[in-house]
């Protein structure tokens, strides 16, 4: 909600230097990523990699309102760092007292003020190390609007096309390539009468696969009905899905599988989007709603008497959507609704 503004130009609008515009103005080089947005940006070689203090600066446009002194203007980002663009670490953050999140610091780094993008302590924006998750490189980061769940100044201005965080670039303070990282650092000395000691290895950590909780919520029972003359009839119905992490966001795809006279077709998210859309982003404790059309067949249905319907049960399923992610809890993750089914031309 609330996207738009800069979309037109990506990629080029986010990549290359900042263009900030400093304390009391925000740039307008940036793309809005929207409330929930999610922005995903890859840096080829040289990547990311852990050093001494920052490693990587996050630009968006916070401004000083009204003067220097005056309250920022701010729109929050959480920000994550990943090798592989699929396992994705959380920079640590705290929700309420707001340290750790992107889009706090104004911007003053800008190709025609020859302000180095590279230096924190004059650049502007938001800095963060890659020590704090325990990875010596990273080739990607992405960026999460958290919306209503990290209330700022930007979820109160009214609807639009310039909500959410706003991305201007994301600079690399110290660069390498990953494949020329030392595997092993051995210790060449040792002293007289003494056991040389055991070389010490420095590796890259191995990245667990990522845990994403989805889950689907409880339905009541469904009734279709075919009315007389028709060979089918149409059900649509709501199907929550909920991220039951404590944190982020995840894709959640969500399955469902027909029975008996039942076939289950258009599973859509997004009704104003074109086509259907059976996989949707969802922020952790939150849900979203899919209208999942259930179609009734006459000719495999045979219900002669009103009151007795006949019956069987339509599964929906709820997974993570993005590869090699493990659901710590795959119970919830599906359930069988009762669902009965009376045919209006065969009774009599």
């Known amino acids: 909600m609330g996207a738009g503004f800069g979309a037109d130009q990506l990629p080029d609008i986010v990549l290359g230097p900042p263009r900030g515009a400093g304390e009391v103005q925000g740039s307008l080089d940036v793309v809005s990523l929207g409330n929930d947005g999610v922005i995903v940006v890859g840096f080829d070689q040289p990547v990311i990699c852990d050093g001494p ?3 990587f600066t996050v630009f968006e446009n916070a401004f000083h309102s009204g003067s220097p002194s005056g309250p920022i203007f701010a729109e929050y980002g959480i920000v994550a760092v990943s090798q592989d663009g699929v396992h994705f670490f959380d920079m640590p953050y705290d929700a309420t007292s707001h340290a750790g999140l992107a889009g706090q610091t104004p911007v003053f780094s800008n190709p025609d003020n020859g302000i180095d993008p590279l230096d924190p302590a004059v650049s502007g924006g938001d800095s963060f190390d890659l020590a704090a998750v325990g990875l010596a490189w990273a080739s990607f980061v992405r960026i999460t609007d958290p919306g209503a769940a990290i209330p700022d100044p930007g979820n109160s201005l009214p609807p639009g096309t310039s909500a959410g965080f706003d991305l201007d670039a994301i600079a690399a303070l110290h660069a390498c390539d990953p ?11 040792a002293l007289p009468n003494q056991p040389s000691p055991t070389p010490t290895s420095t590796s890259i950590p191995t ?11 409880a ?6 009905r075919i009315p007389k ?15 039951a992490d404590v944190s982020g966001s995840t894709a959640i795809r969500l399955s469902a599988v027909g029975c008996g006279p039942i076939t289950a077709s258009v599973i859509d998210f997004e009704r104003h989007a074109p086509g259907p859309q059976d996989t949707v982003i969802v922020r952790a404790r939150r849900a979203k709603t899919a209208r999942v059309s259930l179609t009734a067949s006459a000719a495999l249905v045979d219900t002669p008497d009103r009151h007795v319907p006949a019956h069987c049960s339509v599964t929906f399923d709820a997974q993570p959507s993005e590869p090699g992610s493990v659901d710590p809890t795959p119970a919830d993750n599906s359930i069988s609704v009762d669902l009965s089914v009376l045919d209006r031309n065969d009774v009599q």
Do not use: E, M
């Open 229 to 243: 003359g028709a060979q089918t009839a149409t059900k649509r119905v709501h199907v929550k899905v909920r991220n």
């Open 179 to 189: 494949g020329a990282l030392p595997s092993a650092t051995p210790t060449d000395t």
């Open 53 to 55: 203090g920052a490693d």
């Open 207 to 217: 990245i667990p696969p990522i845990s994403h909780d989805a889950a689907i919520v």
């Open 219 to 224: 339905h009541r029972p469904i009734h279709v």
